[in-house]
């Protein structure tokens, strides 16, 4: 049977259920409503899976809760990866966008909001990928170039398995060549 933990009444489950509807992020409201529905008296397992969360976070978020009150409940900052961007390279970007496209190479006088909404709107989902993983997808861009590469160096495979086979050989970087004398192998005698 799980141990029972003491949770803070600070706010009641019904303020607990309305400050979560003025929040923004959804793993702190999801945090906020499974303590309301301890609160209302559901079992630790039950208000865990109503709020879509293990009873092991919902046990950590508790006890978040009792230390540092309602401010606990919201992420925490990741140390994640350090940014691509240098301070250094940041502001020549900004001077970039500052000075405006060059007329001769861009065709534009000056970056309008239609041109800066038609290229955020072309890429939105690897926008929003990237600000939900910080992954590019310049590996499997890479990947591809190399398919592209081999379908091309052959002009066609008669069936899909050689073509796996060689992007396999190709993406692996195998070295096959055949040993030769001046590779250091010892020349077999006759």
């Not at 590996?139 to 495979?157: M, P, T």
Request: aromatic share 4%.
């Amino acid at each position: 049977m799980a141990k029972a933990i003491i949770i803070c009444t600070e706010f009641s489950a019904a303020e607990l259920r309305a400050k979560s509807r003025a929040e923004e992020d959804r793993r702190a409201t999801m945090r906020k409503l499974a303590i309301a529905k301890l609160l209302d008296g559901f079992k630790r397992a039950e208000a865990a899976r109503l709020a879509d969360m293990e009873a092991q976070a919902l046990t950590d978020a508790i006890k978040r809760y009792d230390a540092e009150g309602i401010t606990g409940l919201t992420d925490r900052e990741r140390p994640g990866r350090p940014p691509k961007f240098g301070d250094a390279q940041r502001e020549e970007l900004r001077q970039i966008v500052l000075a405006g496209p060059a007329i001769e190479k861009d065709g534009l006088s000056a970056f309008t909001r239609e041109d800066i909404a038609r290229t955020t709107q072309r890429h939105r989902e690897g926008i929003r990928r990237w600000f939900d993983s910080r992954i590019a997808n310049g590996l499997i861009e890479g990947l591809n170039s190399l398919v592209q590469a081999a379908k091309a160096k052959a002009r066609g495979y008669r069936t899909l398995r050689n073509l796996k086979a060689i992007v396999y050989l190709i993406a692996g970087k195998l070295d096959l060549r055949l040993p030769t004398r001046d590779s250091g192998e010892p020349e077999k005698s006759n």
